[in-house]
Structures are given as C-alpha cells and as structure tokens.
C-alpha cells in the first residue's frame, strides 16, 4: 500500500474518533426536562389490565 493511503486512514479514523467526542461534549450541555415521561406504548395499559383481570379470576377460583 502507498504511504499516502496509510496517512489518508490514520487522519480518517482519528477525524471520526475526534468528532465523536466533541458530540458528546456538546450533547452533555443539554438537560433533559424535571417532568420527562416517556411516551406509552399504545395497548400496553389494555394488556397490563387483562392480565390483571386473569390473575383475580385465577384467585377466586383457588377460593
């Protein structure tokens, strides 16, 4: 391999390597907000509820 290939992959991982700790230093700058909730899935608290549902019928029949 020439010797300008090899210089031309060492500069372009070191660029790469460079870059992306410079985006994480600019990222940490930002603060996420006090009351942040992430999104719900759609569906979830249905199934969350069935499954509730079966587990009280499962009780009273053991009774």
Known sequence: MSMWVVIGIIVGVLGIIISNIM???YSAKFKM???YTPPE???KKQAEAESG???EQ???DQD
């Open 23 to 25: 985006l994480l230093k």
């Open 33 to 35: 907000p006090k009351a």
């Open 41 to 43: 899935v759609p569906g």
């Open 53 to 55: 549902e079966e587990s």
């Open 58 to 60: 499962k009780r009273s």
